[in-house]
């Protein structure tokens, strides 16, 4: 049974540590925090141990009666290896720690690739991080790219992708970001990051992507156009998404026409969290003209990349060789579609 640690129990770290204790080839060694606040005592409700990430503030754990078991390098002691969900750029930061213990790191898509030197997409490049010492699980909004683009190039071959990514504000739990009441070109230069980083997964693909930020915390949502390398109806990329695993059509027709409905339907579904780690599509939405397949997505920013990071820890420490062994076993322990 493998030994997972995991430094940063936020948004994407206390996901990490529930779908790691789900499994049956991993356990959570322990979970770090820098405050004594409420995810702190439901860390230990749940039964992980819980570290200091800043050792000067274990008083403050102690004043808020919340026991902690040590420090951040106790806790890399108790790992067979480390996923690292901390704040974008603090990672690449805690990369010399890693190396000093001599311990296999999981980066989040937060930290530059070249600081890294290796991205992980569980469908797109597996193979690249087996046996690997560190790797990088892109960026939720790569994450759901790629979980489409992959199964339609294996499918028809893709000539040229654009993309216009509408990404949510904040996180629900981040009550000081925004916009509050605007519409923010972001980045404001074109195109933005999203297309090079699909890129250190999907190698050699060509896309291209702008992005902006609206006034919504629930999911972002893509507008995706293909040029095809092969003609394909509307009809088989439909069969094919709807057979791909991680990703899920939805209709409109049917109730799901927004994000906010979506995300009732992953309430219905009885998710923790009302979690929803698969990538819905929107059927009506794909469709081919002269040649051109359009379609339209939404990413649960705060999930969908969490079963990769699983995927991540079997393919770092070589526990399965075969990318669709690890992604049916990590679907099969968090009830994904
Ligand atoms: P978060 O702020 O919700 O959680 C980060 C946690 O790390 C917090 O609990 C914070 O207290 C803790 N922390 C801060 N400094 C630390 C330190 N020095 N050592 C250990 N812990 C420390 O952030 P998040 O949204 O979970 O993001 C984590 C990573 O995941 C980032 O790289 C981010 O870009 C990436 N990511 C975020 C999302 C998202 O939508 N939230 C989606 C995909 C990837």
Request: net charge negative; proline share 5%.
């Amino acid at each position: 049974m493998i030994s997972v640690a995991i430094n940063g129990y936020g948004t994407i770290g206390k996901r990490v540590a529930d779908a790691v204790a789900a499994q049956d080839d991993m356990k959570v060694a322990g979970v770090s925090k820098t405050k004594p606040d409420f995810e702190a005592r439901v860390a230990i409700e749940k039964g992980y141990d819980l570290y200091v990430s800043i050792p000067e503030r274990e008083k403050l754990f102690d004043e808020a009666g919340i026991p902690v078991s040590g420090t951040v390098e106790d806790m890399l002691e108790e790992a067979d290896i480390v996923v690292d969900a901390t704040p974008e750029g603090i990672g690449a930061k805690n990369l010399e720690m890693y190396r000093e213990k001599g311990i296999k790191a999981i980066f989040q898509g937060g930290e530059k690739h070249d600081a890294i030197g290796l991205s992980f997409n569980s469908f797109a490049n597996y193979d690249e991080s087996l046996g690997a010492d560190y790797t990088r699980v892109v960026s939720c909004n790569t994450t759901g790219l790629c979980r489409t683009l992959k199964p339609i190039d294996d499918l028809c071959g893709i000539k040229k992708v654009r993309a216009v990514m509408v990404r949510r504000g904040a996180d629900p739990v981040q009550v000081k970001k925004g916009p509050i009441n605007a519409i923010v070109p972001n980045p404001p230069t074109v195109p933005s990051h999203h297309g090079p980083d699909l890129k250190t997964v999907m190698k050699g693909v060509n896309i291209h992507t702008v992005a902006l930020l609206v006034p919504t915390t629930l999911m972002h949502q893509h507008n995706i156009m293909v040029e095809l390398e092969d003609p394909v109806e509307a009809d088989e990329i439909k069969a094919r998404l709807d057979e791909t695993t991680r990703v899920m059509l939805v209709r409109a027709s049917e109730g799901l026409a927004s994000t906010a409905e979506i995300m009732e339907y992953a309430k219905e579904l009885g998710r923790s969290r009302n979690d929803l780690f698969e990538i819905p599509v929107w059927e009506e939405s794909i469709n081919v003209v002269d040649g051109e397949l359009f379609y339209m997505q939404a990413v649960h920013q705060e999930s969908d990349a969490v079963p990769e990071s699983v995927d991540a820890i079997r393919a770092l420490l070589e526990l399965e060789e075969d990318n669709m062994k690890s992604i049916m076993k990590t679907n099969r322990a968090m009830g994904i579609l």
